[in-house]
T-cell receptor
Framework: GQNIDQPTEMTATEGAIVQINCTYQTSGFNGLFWYQQHAGEAPTFLSYNVLDGLEEKGRFSSFLSRSKGYSYLLLKELQMKDSASYLCAVQPGGATNKLIFGTGTLLAVQP | GAVVSQHPSRVICKSGTSVKIECRSLDFQATTMFWYRQFPKQSLMLMATSNEGSKATYEQGVEKDKFLINHASLTLSTLTVTSAHPEDSSFYIC?????????????FGPGTRLTVL
């Protein structure tokens, strides 16, 4: 089966750094995505990893280790607006390239 | 990025009625669209993969006769919740796959909040 795990909730302080972990066990692997979702809204794309290593994009970075089935999303210089759910999603492969989403991590940024 | 729209954004209906939700890709053609359901404080659960011109592929546990999917054109997929019941109340989100030159990305619609009374 497909299994993608994330912590349910995290709390961090404005201006700090937070790391959100994601572990996965899927039937195949064709890439890993991170999305941000504010309450009542659709997910917005943050990052994509298919090769091992770190991808940096402004305040957001994402890391992947395929051998360990592990990824993390790193958020720097946290702002209040970063309070949201962060979803890890894996493409197990196949013709349609569907996404399997993890449980999501609700991040609360405090002043 | 590409734009995907959904209509309606919110719908309230009586138990036993059917509700149709539209998903449109506005600036690209999508041979594949996906339908997700999200309950409060939970993640997105893939319901089905909608393929233009052919039958949808449903995930395990999703009733194909209850959630009818039609993907009649390269820019439109519809999800019809038939004989809706209160337990069908949820946030329904579609995504469209942009399989253009040098890209293979899913873009999400804004979601439809369904409330069944």
């Amino acid at each position: 089966g497909q299994n993608i795990d994330q912590p349910t909730e995290m709390t961090a302080t404005e201006g700090a750094i937070v790391q959100i972990n994601c572990t996965y066990q899927t039937s195949g692997f064709n890439g890993l995505f991170w999305y941000q979702q504010h309450a009542g809204e659709a997910p917005t794309f943050l990052s994509y990893n298919v090769l091992d290593g770190l991808e940096e994009k402004g305040r957001f970075s994402s890391f992947l280790s395929r051998s360990k089935g592990y990824s993390y999303l790193l958020l720097k210089e946290l702002q209040m607006k970063d309070s949201a759910s962060y979803l890890c999603a894996v493409q197990p492969g196949g013709a349609t390239n569907k996404l399997i989403f993890g449980t999501g991590t609700l991040l609360a940024v405090q002043p | 990025g590409a734009v995907v729209s959904q209509h309606p954004s919110r719908v309230i209906c009586k138990s036993g009625t059917s509700v149709k939700i539209e998903c449109r890709s506005l600036d690209f053609q999508a041979t594949t669209m996906f339908w997700y359901r999200q309950f409060p404080k939970q993640s997105l659960m893939l319901m089905a993969t909608s393929n233009e011109g052919s039958k949808a592929t449903y995930e395990q546990g999703v009733e194909k006769d209850k959630f009818l999917i039609n993907h009649a054109s390269l820019t439109l997929s519809t999800l019809t919740v038939t004989s809706a019941h209160p337990e069908d109340s949820s946030f329904y989100i579609c995504s469209a796959r942009d399989l253009g030159q040098n890209t293979d990305t899913q873009y999400f619609g804004p979601g439809t909040r369904l409330t069944v009374l």
